[in-house]
């Protein structure tokens, strides 16, 4: 499927969403180092964890907005919530007013509009291309958010601790351009019937009760129970390059020099070194997704997840053990192979894992790895009061150990499952 074939509501988002990521991607890596200076690094983490709470119980509404009330409209109305957000959120880093607490309000509610927004981007992906080309599209988007992920910390160090306040404001003109492109060159995408299927559910109260209905499969499941757990495991490690590893740095590496010629030389502190940290890894997973991917198919399941999560938990006893920022690079190298090495391969394996007849419920239950992980890795920044750096490091480490171990018993019981539980469920 060539560019000149794409619809018009895809060409017009590609170049919209990708500005916008690169804008997100220049303050959220951050936001964890912020709040730690300003509230403490202990009412941080729990801040944080409410945030994240917040936009795990909006995102299961989500799905539900973009069927009920269209994809266009639900896009549109969260990039105006998220241009109000903009808004209190650099004035509350303006010349006028410094305030964490609305900035912590403007960063929580910008993530609640994201969780609106996304749900009916991707559905609005699959309702305008064809079943063989969507694989294709998806990853395209997926390469621009990757691309995001490298221009914008690097720039986000610079402009984020620098000029807060003028580059907030332009991220509240930037989605004021949004909601204009967005209302004015896209169009309704929701299925014909759509309509229809959507009435079964009533209320949302009931569509609330059906999502939840189909967790349930989680508990019917053992094998997948333990997948789901493992996943959890692990993502206490990977997720804390926006928490742990950022407030770590930050205040632990202090200004070295990186390298020198003559009479220049190229210096960077904590700040520095954390945002090439973040744009080495998005970096290397926008490059290499694929061709590592193709490799890992040739292993056993079993070795490439268990090798990750080993790789995530020596990257992150590294980190913890040093502030040479040389080493923290080949830390960071050692994290993003680990993520490499199953970011290719989870859907597969899911698919696999789950009965035909239940194989949509098993995707929609498996990103609760991620929704119940991300709520959950925040509360690492409030042990470091408790326990220090390098146990809480240490600590991470080993729940990605157990994580490992609890992946070599999923997948000892897959392999000794009836070939009748794979196709009808239990």
């Given at each position: 499927?060539?560019?000149?074939?794409?619809?018009?509501?895809?060409?017009?988002?590609?170049?919209?969403?990708?500005?916008?990521?690169?804008?997100?991607?220049?303050?959220?890596?951050?936001?964890?180092?912020?709040?730690?200076?300003?509230?403490?690094?202990?009412?941080?983490?729990?801040?944080?964890?409410?945030?994240?709470?917040?936009?795990?119980?909006?995102?299961?509404?989500?799905?539900?907005?973009?069927?009920?009330?269209?994809?266009?409209?639900?896009?549109?109305?969260?990039?105006?919530?998220?241009?109000?957000?903009?808004?209190?959120?650099?004035?509350?880093?303006?010349?006028?007013?410094?305030?964490?607490?609305?900035?912590?309000?403007?960063?929580?509610?910008?993530?609640?509009?994201?969780?609106?927004?996304?749900?009916?981007?991707?559905?609005?992906?699959?309702?305008?291309?064809?079943?063989?080309?969507?694989?294709?599209?998806?990853?395209?988007?997926?390469?621009?958010?990757?691309?995001?992920?490298?221009?914008?910390?690097?720039?986000?160090?610079?402009?984020?601790?620098?000029?807060?306040?003028?580059?907030?404001?332009?991220?509240?003109?930037?989605?004021?351009?949004?909601?204009?492109?967005?209302?004015?060159?896209?169009?309704?995408?929701?299925?014909?019937?759509?309509?229809?299927?959507?009435?079964?559910?009533?209320?949302?109260?009931?569509?609330?009760?059906?999502?939840?209905?189909?967790?349930?499969?989680?508990?019917?499941?053992?094998?997948?129970?333990?997948?789901?757990?493992?996943?959890?495991?692990?993502a206490q490690t990977f997720m804390q390059l926006d928490l742990l590893i950022a407030v770590y740095t930050t205040e632990n590496v202090r200004e070295q020099t990186?390298?020198?010629?003559?009479?220049?030389?190229?210096?960077?502190d904590g700040k520095s070194a954390f945002s090439l940290m973040v744009s080495i890894n998005g970096l290397l997973v926008a490059l290499l997704t694929v061709i590592v991917t193709r490799w890992m198919t040739k292993f056993k399941e079993s070795t490439v997840f268990?090798?990750?999560?080993?790789?995530?938990?020596?990257?992150?006893?590294?980190?913890?053990?040093?502030?040479?920022?040389?080493?923290?690079?080949?830390?960071?190298?050692?994290?993003?192979?680990?993520?490499?090495?199953?970011?290719?391969?989870?859907?597969?394996?899911?698919?696999?894992?789950?009965?035909?007849?239940?194989?949509?419920?098993?995707?929609?239950?498996?990103?609760?790895?991620?929704?119940?992980?991300?709520?959950?890795?925040?509360?690492?920044?409030?042990?470091?009061?408790?326990?220090?750096?390098?146990?809480?490091?240490?600590?991470?480490?080993?729940?990605?150990?157990?994580?490992?171990?609890?992946?070599?018993?999923?997948?000892?019981?897959?392999?000794?499952?009836?070939?009748?539980?794979?196709?009808?469920?239990?």
């Amino acid at each position: 499927m060539k560019w000149r074939d794409w619809d018009i509501n895809l060409k017009v988002r590609l170049i919209g969403e990708g500005i916008f990521n690169i804008l997100f991607w220049m303050y959220f890596p951050f936001m964890a180092i912020y709040f730690s200076k300003s509230f403490g690094q202990e009412t941080a983490g729990f801040l944080l964890v409410l945030s994240q709470v917040i936009g795990t119980v909006f995102g299961l509404f989500g799905g539900y907005c973009a069927d009920h009330f269209g994809r266009k409209k639900m896009m549109v109305f969260s990039a105006i919530g998220q241009t109000v957000c903009f808004f209190f959120f650099a004035l509350a880093n303006s010349p006028w007013l410094v305030s964490p607490i609305v900035t912590f309000i403007s960063f929580s509610f910008l993530g609640l509009f994201g969780q609106l927004y996304w749900p009916a981007s991707h559905a609005m992906i699959a309702d305008v291309v064809p079943e063989e080309y969507r694989a294709k599209v998806f990853a395209i988007f997926y390469t621009s958010i990757n691309v995001a992920v490298i221009i914008g910390p690097i720039l986000g160090g610079i402009f984020f601790f620098n000029y807060r306040f003028p580059f907030l404001s332009v991220c509240a003109a930037v989605s004021v351009i949004l909601v204009f492109v967005l209302r004015t060159w896209i169009h309704e995408t929701v299925p014909a019937g759509k309509e229809k299927h959507l009435k079964a559910f009533g209320r949302w109260t009931d569509y609330l009760k059906y999502q939840l209905r189909d967790y349930r499969v989680i508990f019917k499941d053992n094998v997948f129970l333990l997948y789901i757990l493992a996943g959890i495991c692990v993502a206490q490690t990977f997720m804390q390059l926006d928490l742990l590893i950022a407030v770590y740095t930050t205040e632990n590496v202090r200004e070295q020099t990186l390298m020198s010629l003559g009479n220049w030389a190229l210096h960077l502190d904590g700040k520095s070194a954390f945002s090439l940290m973040v744009s080495i890894n998005g970096l290397l997973v926008a490059l290499l997704t694929v061709i590592v991917t193709r490799w890992m198919t040739k292993f056993k399941e079993s070795t490439v997840f268990m090798g990750s999560s080993f790789c995530y938990g020596i990257a992150v006893i590294i980190i913890g053990s040093t502030v040479n920022i040389w080493l923290l690079f080949l830390a960071i190298v050692i994290f993003s192979w680990a993520e490499l090495m199953t970011v290719g391969v989870q859907d597969s394996f899911i698919a696999k894992l789950a009965p035909e007849n239940l194989r949509g419920q098993y995707f929609a239950a498996a990103g609760l790895r991620f929704s119940l992980g991300r709520t959950i890795a925040p509360l690492t920044i409030p042990l470091t009061v408790l326990w220090g750096y390098t146990w809480t490091f240490f600590i991470l480490s080993l729940i990605a150990f157990l994580g490992m171990g609890i992946y070599g018993i999923v997948f000892s019981l897959f392999n000794r499952r009836e070939p009748a539980e794979m196709i009808i469920g239990k």
